[in-house]
């Protein structure tokens, strides 16, 4: 190894530092540092990539979690909107819910889509047919009861989702609590 000595310019700012001592890189035994830290940073990006293949690439089996909210949604509106038909004194109060209750279902149907393109059949399937109640009185506590259980359902999977999710699904039992005090 080959030190060289060598003085610094003496202007007025550098008079006063002490003289640099450069070494000869082509002297020095071994690697050289950047040489170091570049294999070092290889072998971690060879790492993480070998740990997401092995780790969480494979697409999740089975429903959504957001299906149960999606089916819930899609059956309020339906009986919402067949209890509306039904009963015209109901007829100025269900419109509404029926309308949130479909968006509802539409930005529970998009989030699916989005994350599970492989269920969007599941998604893309028509709801079943809502039976038509017995009368407005039980029209509305069947809905009230229906609001009810989606808001505990919705609220059960934000608790245990991905956060993300989580604010779209405590909208909606928000959204499924206000309606129910509103049908009171």
Request: aromatic share 2%; glycine share 10%.
């Amino acid at each position: 190894m080959t030190l060289a000595v060598s003085s610094r310019p003496t202007g007025r700012r550098l008079a006063d530092w002490p003289p640099v001592v450069a070494v000869d890189e082509e002297a020095r035994p071994g690697p050289s540092r950047r040489t170091v830290l570049q294999g070092a940073g290889l072998l971690v990006a060879l790492t993480g990539v070998a740990g997401l293949s092995a780790a969480g690439c494979a697409a999740p089996e089975g429903p959504d979690e957001l299906e149960g909210p999606l089916a819930a949604a899609r059956a309020d509106a339906a009986a919402a909107g067949a209890a509306g038909a039904a009963f015209p004194e109901l007829a100025d109060r269900l419109p509404p819910l029926a309308d949130a209750r479909r968006a509802h279902a539409d930005a529970l149907a998009a989030e699916i889509r989005r994350a599970r393109p492989d269920r969007a059949p599941a998604v893309d399937a028509p709801p079943p047919a809502a039976p038509a109640p017995a009368s407005a009185a039980a029209a509305l506590a069947a809905l009230r009861g229906s609001l009810g259980t989606a808001r505990d359902g919705a609220g059960a999977v934000a608790l245990t989702t991905a956060s993300y999710r989580c604010g779209l699904l405590t909208s909606i039992a928000a959204s499924c609590a206000g309606l129910a005090v509103v049908l009171a």
